[in-house]
């Protein structure tokens, strides 16, 4: 029961405090990546969770604010074995975050671009496939319309 109780909880977004995640990232010391809408940093919570933290750069508004939480609310029910997992976010006047589940192998365009290792031809499938299940789960099976307009596997 203990173990159904810590899986159901898991199943909605947790919101951080700017503390908890300083203290989860070591004061933001592990930058996995970059790009215009902020930084990704690694981070480990105490139960031994590895998480990607995606610290977001904008003005800080009303507008924003409602986007932000409508983001969590969507991003947080929408639940496949092909999509990362929002585990929960950060929502104060000097942090607006997103925590993400960890994804050890990093992303695909560090294969595909920037780094010198090469992925074979059966494996590329296998991406190819497993993202497409991905996207299907989006058009047909999830109950929340989603309109996305970025996929990154």
Do not use: W
Not at 109 to 129: C, M, P, Q, S, V
């Amino acid at each position: 029961m203990d173990k159904f109780l810590n899986e159901m909880e898991k199943e909605r977004p947790i919101r951080f405090t700017d503390q908890h995640l300083r203290i989860a990232t070591d004061n933001y010391s592990y930058l996995l990546g970059s790009g215009d809408f902020g930084k990704v940093y690694k981070g480990i919570f105490s139960d031994g969770t590895i998480v990607a933290v995606k610290v977001l750069h904008g003005l800080y508004d009303k507008k924003m604010e409602e986007q932000f939480m409508a983001e969590v609310v969507t991003i947080g029910k929408t639940h496949h074995f092909n999509l990362v997992r929002l585990y929960g976010f950060c929502l104060e006047r000097n942090l607006i975050a997103l925590v993400y589940e960890y994804m050890g192998n990093g992303s695909l365009d560090k294969y595909l671009f920037h780094e010198n290792k090469t992925i074979g031809f059966e494996r590329l499938h296998e991406i190819a496939i497993e993202t497409a299940k991905g996207i299907a789960y989006l058009h047909e099976e999830c109950q929340l319309k989603i309109i996305h307009y970025d996929i990154k596997p």
